[in-house]
């Protein structure tokens, strides 16, 4: 399956970064519609899939996750919304339908399902196929399975789980794609299911970002995946993204740099990094064998780094995949800020990440960009209301066992 571009279906979908007001009973999401489509999300971590499908008219009623800084950050910004800090593998069936009705709806109103179940046990650094045993040790890659066991107690119509780029490409040591495997899981759960990998670039999302997106549908129409609105001449850029930023913002917490780290950022010009300074100021050691490195006559060498240590970034470019690594400012001799982050992945100004600093990065670096799941949402809000008039569909089920259990 080759790449695509993550963009917004509808030309028409119009992008605000003001809040939006939910207010109680209410649902309606334009003139004639038969109400917003409600959704469920689990693994949901801050919250950025969530952001997304509610600037997009949905309704976000139940979501779910495990790490505490996550659930803090998620409750501040989404007070609104039924929130389970649980471990999913501990909800049972009548835990989700309480939580559900909690929310104020009837279990049969949830049309949407969406998350970001991790599966790091899948995902490697190199391009070694998985040994079965290794994904039966893993207990994370059961939390898919999880995932799937909370889609069959609400039966949505659509189902939306992201993940990362590099699952697209591992394989389980008898030759079978890990993707394939999933899609069956979908399959004997009743669902039809598409995947993609999208490009956050195309969306107007200032960063290059690749994620791959599962999408399932139990209904008997086609599955759709968003389309590019912005071609590769007017992507945004980091410089835009960044531009307006002022120190009264929250998570505006500037780090505190030695003086030796600020002189090396003083040499990375815009889209360098570590191999753009001088040698005087590169990492060296000692590789010789001798005990005393003093007296020894060899020469400390020269550290290589990865492309991610000491990272500029271009303000004419999109930002770089946004993770736990900082990034240093286009323009400025110091690191960017975790508001800063946030805005490559296109939160408004006004959500505030919750915890430590690191736990904020990781929370950061962990979403999906707020856009990228608006193009999403604007997608599948096509499809409503007719699509809940559609028939089943029935999906070709393949005799499989569970994915982590396959040998």
């Given at each position: 399956m080759g790449d695509f571009y993550a963009v917004a279906s509808n030309p028409g979908l119009r992008w605000t970064d003001e809040p939006r007001v939910r207010s109680a009973g209410v649902k309606a999401m334009d003139d004639g519609d038969a109400g917003a489509p409600v959704v469920a999300s689990f693994f949901s971590g801050c919250g950025g899939l969530d952001r997304g499908f509610e600037r997009a008219g949905f309704d976000v009623?139940?979501?779910?996750?495990?790490?505490?800084?996550?659930?803090?950050?998620?409750?501040?910004?989404?007070?609104?919304?039924?929130?389970?800090?649980?471990?999913?593998?501990e909800l049972s069936a009548d835990d989700i339908r309480a939580a559900v009705r909690e929310a104020g709806h009837g279990v049969d109103d949830v049309d949407v399902v969406i998350?970001?179940?991790?599966?790091?046990?899948?995902?490697?650094?190199?391009?070694?196929?998985?040994?079965?045993?290794?994904?039966?040790?893993?207990?994370?890659n059961t939390l898919f399975e999880e995932f799937l066991r909370m889609v069959t107690v609400l039966d949505p119509q659509l189902v939306l789980m992201e993940n990362v780029r590099d699952l697209?490409?591992?394989?389980?040591?008898?030759?079978?794609?890990?993707?394939?495997?999933?899609?069956?899981?979908?399959?004997?759960?009743?669902?039809?299911?598409?995947?993609?990998?999208?490009?956050?670039?195309?969306?107007?999302?200032?960063?290059?970002?690749?994620?791959?997106?599962?999408?399932?549908?139990?209904?008997?129409?086609?599955?759709?995946?968003?389309?590019?609105?912005?071609?590769?001449?007017?992507?945004?850029?980091?410089?835009?993204a960044l531009a307006g930023t002022s120190d009264d913002?929250?998570?505006?917490?500037?780090?505190?740099?030695?003086?030796?780290?600020?002189?090396?950022?003083?040499?990375?010009?815009?889209?360098?990094?570590?191999?753009?300074?001088?040698?005087?100021?590169?990492?060296?050691?000692?590789?010789?064998?001798?005990?005393?490195?003093?007296?020894?006559?060899?020469?400390?060498?020269?550290?290589?780094?990865?492309?991610?240590?000491?990272?500029?970034?271009?303000?004419?470019?999109?930002?770089?995949?946004?993770?736990?690594?900082e990034f240093i400012h286009p323009s400025e001799d110091?690191?960017?800020?975790?508001?800063?982050?946030?805005?490559?992945?296109t939160f408004d100004d006004e959500f505030v990440f919750e915890g430590t600093k690191t736990a904020v990065m990781k929370q950061i670096g962990n979403a999906v960009p707020v856009r990228l799941a608006a193009a999403f949402a604007e997608r599948f809000r096509e499809w409503y209301p007719a699509i809940r008039d559609a028939p089943r569909v029935d999906p070709d089920v393949y005799e499989q066992q569970s994915l982590t259990d396959i040998a």
């Open positions: 009623a139940l979501a779910s996750d495990h790490w505490e800084p996550a659930a803090e950050t998620y409750r501040e910004n989404n007070p609104d919304v039924r929130f389970l800090e649980a471990d999913v593998r998350g970001g179940p991790p599966c790091q046990g899948f995902s490697r650094l190199n391009n070694e196929q998985i040994e079965l045993d290794e994904m039966e040790k893993d207990r994370r697209i490409n591992r394989e389980t040591s008898d030759g079978r794609y890990v993707k394939d495997l999933i899609v069956r899981e979908f399959a004997s759960k009743g669902y039809n299911c598409e995947y993609q990998v999208l490009r956050a670039e195309g969306y107007d999302v200032p960063q290059k970002r690749r994620r791959l997106f599962f999408v399932g549908t139990n209904r008997d129409v086609p599955i759709r995946f968003p389309e590019p609105t912005t071609p590769e001449g007017s992507r945004r850029t980091a410089g835009e913002l929250p998570n505006m917490t500037y780090a505190n740099t030695k003086e030796r780290t600020l002189e090396r950022i003083r040499h990375v010009p815009p889209g360098g990094y570590y191999r753009d300074l001088p040698d005087r100021l590169k990492t060296k050691k000692y590789r010789c064998e001798c005990a005393d490195t003093d007296s020894c006559p060899h020469e400390p060498e020269i550290v290589k780094r990865y492309g991610t240590y000491l990272r500029r970034l271009h303000p004419d470019e999109p930002s770089l995949t946004v993770s736990t690594n110091r690191y960017l800020t975790p508001r800063e982050m946030a805005r490559l992945q």
